[in-house]
Each structure stands twice: as C-alpha cells, then as structure tokens.
C-alpha cells in the first residue's frame, strides 16, 4: 500500500510564495510522472503542473513563469514552488503520482490535499 501526503499549505498575502511538498511512503520501486492538482469550492479540478520521471514538465498557462516543479526520485516526492501568488490561486493542492510497487504493482495514488489561502 501507498500513500501520499502534501504539505506546506497555508495563508500568504497576494504576492507571497509557499512551498508545497508531497512524499510518497509504503511499498514504492520508483515513481512515473508526479503531478499537482487543485480544486476551488465550485471549481472543476484542474491540473497544475505535471513532471515525468525523465524530466517532461508541463504547466497550467496561469501559472506559467509563477510556479515551479520540481521532484526528488531518490525520496520519492515532488515539489511545488508557488510564488507570486494571486488569490485565484486558492484551492485545495493535491499531489499524485503514477506508482510502481516492490511487488511489480502499478496504480495511480492521490493525496488528501493542502488548503492554500491567498488574501489580504
């Protein structure tokens, strides 16, 4: 079993940046393309940005030159820097990730989420 866990979520002014981490723990051989995800009240959820294991990254256009992904396959997480922040960006961030198990396994698994909170 696998499981993902974001964090790094919070309240920041208009502007501001967060960090948002997502680690993968359980029974994990490596890890396809990881993904962030986010989900307003009202919203359809809606992809962010999206990285392969060999590097393929591809962004969300309102979010281009303001977020940044980046991955660490040696712990089996994925990053999301945030920065200058709007507060249309508010939302729910959930991770995923393509996971292959010690067992030979393959599934798709998704975090919980982290509540991100722009505002004055």
């Known amino acids: 079993q696998v499981q993902l866990v974001e964090s790094g979520g919070g309240s920041v002014q208009p502007g501001g940046s967060l960090r948002l981490s997502c680690a993968a723990s359980g029974s994990i051989f490596r890890i396809g393309t990881m993904a962030w995800y986010r989900q307003a009240p009202g919203k359809q959820r809606e992809l962010v940005a999206t990285m392969s294991s060999g590097g393929t990254i591809v962004y969300e256009d309102s979010v281009k030159g303001r977020f940044i992904i980046s991955r660490d396959n040696t712990k089996n997480a994925v990053f999301l820097q945030m920065n200058s922040l709007k507060p249309e960006d508010t939302a729910v961030y959930l991770c995923?990730?393509?996971?292959?198990?010690?067992?030979?396994?393959?599934?798709?698994?998704w975090g919980q989420g982290t509540q991100v909170t722009v505002s004055s």
């Open positions: 995923n990730g393509n996971v292959i198990d010690a067992r030979g396994g393959f599934m798709t698994y």
